[in-house]
């Protein structure tokens, strides 16, 4: 890992109008390196990507897609709350689903279209 007192000492050689090659034979570095420091414009730190677990809803995600979108075709009042597919999933897959409620509405919060809210007139 190259300090950054190395790096702005590269930048500062560079810009001073210094061979590429010269910087990295006085530094102790690889030109490559010397090279990559100098066409770079942003030091900051890249923040580590979280990466995609796998959870004990996903073998029952197309299912629950099914299911809401069997729900675009349904008053509004028979639709699937995230308590009603918990329980479905309870009671059909008894054996292999053992997840929690709250991954099961996490899941339906994140795949439900969201609602237009009615606007309300207010008096003056």
Do not use: C
């Not at 054996?95 to 009615?118: C, E, H, L, M």
């Amino acid at each position: 890992m190259t300090s950054m007192k190395i790096i702005q000492q590269m930048v500062l050689m560079y810009a001073q109008g210094r061979n590429i090659s010269d910087i990295a034979q006085a530094l102790g570095v690889d030109r490559k390196t010397v090279r990559k420091f100098v066409q770079q414009e942003d030091f900051s730190e890249p923040f580590p990507q979280p990466s995609a677990r796998t959870t004990k809803l996903d073998p029952f995600k197309p299912t629950i897609q099914a299911w809401l979108a069997e729900d675009a075709r349904v008053r509004y009042k028979q639709r699937h709350t995230a308590v009603r597919v918990h329980h479905r999933l309870k009671a059909e897959f008894p054996d292999t689903y053992t997840g929690s409620y709250s991954a099961v509405q996490r899941y339906v919060k994140q795949i439900r279209p969201k609602r237009p809210r009615a606007e309300t007139g207010t008096l003056e």
